[in-house]
């Protein structure tokens, strides 16, 4: 998948934008602290992080909200960095952080 912008390669997208796009469409303004860059989370590889709720029920979801997450590895960072982008294109912010 290519970004409709930009043409550069995804792996998915819900709105079929890339992130750095998004970014440069203005949304960094609207919710500049709550937005993670990838060195953040390469930063944080093998702490434990923890996001809002995106009002998912599930039990990982819950439990993640609940006791936070640790970045596993590189393929981790890329998988947050994505999802993070893809809620935020819906209004959903995760808030990724080191504090609860």
Do not use: P
């Not at 993670?36 to 909200?65: L, M, P």
């Not at 640790?70 to 952080?97: C, K, P, S, T």
């Amino acid at each position: 998948m290519n970004c409709k912008f930009c043409n550069a390669e995804m792996e998915s997208s819900t709105t079929g934008i890339c992130w750095e796009c998004l970014l440069k469409a203005g949304y960094e303004n609207t919710m500049k602290q709550n937005i993670k860059s990838k060195e953040w989370f390469v930063e944080n590889i093998g702490e434990r992080v923890y996001r809002d709720s995106d009002d998912c029920e599930c039990a990982t979801c819950r439990d993640v909200v609940k006791n936070g997450l640790i970045i596993a590895n590189e393929e981790h960072v890329e998988y947050l960095y994505m999802i993070q982008g893809d809620y935020f294109a819906e209004g959903i912010f995760l808030n990724y952080r080191n504090k609860k």
